[in-house]
């Protein structure tokens, strides 16, 4: 069972990333799918969330209306698209699934996780 995230990178801020999670081992279709974020020195930080089959999506309050979460289960497959990202979203991005139908903002009810992906938002 794994996850893995990738897609991460060096941007300039106001530009826009797309972050992939692949899992393998497993069918993601009965898990909800979050996306998490922990800049140095901080917490983890709960950045996105869908549900099973797709249409119930969460995000973090200062991800609302510039992050896009999405899945693609036929490919095992989640995805993070970022827009307008600024420094304070710099951070080791890491996708995780859960096994329970309802989104949650809290780790530990993610059962798997990815390595993480770096993105670094910079000028």
């Known amino acids: 069972v794994q996850l893995q995230a990738s897609g991460g990178g060096l941007v300039q801020p106001g530009s826009s990333l797309r972050l992939s999670c692949v899992a393998s081992?497993?069918?993601?279709?009965?898990?909800?799918i979050g996306w998490f974020r922990q800049a140095p020195g901080k917490e983890r930080e709960f950045v996105a969330g869908i549900g099973w089959s797709g249409p119930t999506t969460l995000y973090g309050d200062s991800m609302k209306g510039r992050f896009t979460i999405s899945r693609d289960d036929l490919n095992n497959l989640a995805y993070l698209q970022m827009n307008s990202l600024v420094p304070e979203d710099a951070a080791v991005y890491y996708c995780a699934a859960s096994p329970i139908r309802f989104i949650s903002k809290l780790a530990q009810y993610y059962d798997f996780w990815g390595q993480g992906t770096q993105v670094t938002v910079s000028s």
């Open positions: 081992g497993f069918s993601t279709g009965h898990y909800a």
